[in-house]
């Protein structure tokens, strides 16, 4: 079973946008478990953007901590990625990711006026 993100579209900087993440198969619950959220551009590896624990703390990296935060919607079973304030280099694939589920396809978030 992979996670599904959808959500990413063109935008302009400074604007908002949030992507979703569900399982693939409605049957898996991923209320209760950590997720996290990574993103990639071309030429560069993965990296961590933001997670959420099961508690609900969350843990940003530096350089989106400001702007990005992470979101459940126990009752859709699903998991989003809040943006604000969004940068020409937040240009990138973005995946979310929990423990026991396969990698998804992503998906594009291009920011750009």
């Known amino acids: 079973v992979r996670l599904v993100e959808a959500g990413g579209c063109l935008v302009q900087p400074w604007g908002s946008l949030r992507l979703s993440c569900a399982p693939s198969?409605?049957?898996?619950?991923?209320?209760?478990?950590?997720v996290h959220w990574d993103r990639q551009t071309p030429g560069k590896e993965r990296e961590l953007s933001v997670s959420?624990?099961?508690?609900?703390?969350?843990t940003a990296a530096d350089s989106v901590k400001d702007r990005f935060t992470v979101v459940r919607e126990y009752s859709k079973n699903k998991v989003y990625l809040q943006i604000n304030s969004l940068k020409p280099e937040d240009t990138a694939v973005y995946y979310c990711?929990?423990?026991?589920?396969?990698w998804g396809q992503g998906t594009q978030v291009t920011v750009s006026s």
């Open positions: 198969n409605t049957a898996y619950r991923i209320n209760a478990m950590p």
């Open positions: 959420i624990t099961r508690g609900g703390a969350i």
């Open positions: 990711k929990a423990d026991g589920y396969d």
